[in-house]
Nanobody
């Protein structure tokens, strides 16, 4: 399995910005699909954004389109989530995930590797 380490979560005021980072232990087919999920207290884990490492094909949840951007740095084996115009409802633990394949899926059950999560709290 790919080891994933997230960072960058913190407390921020509504309307602010954050950039999350996810460093992967390997940059192979095992991490061809990289994604961010989030889970708020009492809610199910939900897909936020995903990227296909081979050609940067993207997928976003409707709730974050136009506000969040996912990108990658192949030289650093790292995927980023730039979050702008943050809202209190974006408050959650954000998880990085990786899997094989070619489809940037939103289904968490498909992802084989997960990070430990990083807390993002947006105050109103």
């Amino acid at each position: 399995q790919v080891q994933l380490v997230e960072s960058g979560g913190r407390l921020v005021r509504a309307g602010g910005s954050l950039r999350l980072s996810c460093a992967a232990s390997e940059w192979t087919f095992s991490s061809n699909i990289m994604a961010w999920f989030r889970q708020a207290p009492g809610k199910e884990r939900e897909f936020v954004a995903g990227i296909r490492r081979s050609d940067s094909s993207l997928n976003y949840a409707d709730s974050v389109k136009g506000r969040f951007t996912i990108n990658r740095d192949n030289a650093k084996n790292t995927v980023y989530l730039q979050m702008n115009s943050l809202k209190p409802e974006d408050t959650a633990v954000y998880y990085c995930a990786a899997t094989t394949g070619m489809v940037v899926t939103s289904r968490p059950s498909v992802y084989r590797s997960w990070g430990q999560g990083t807390q993002v709290t947006v105050s109103s």
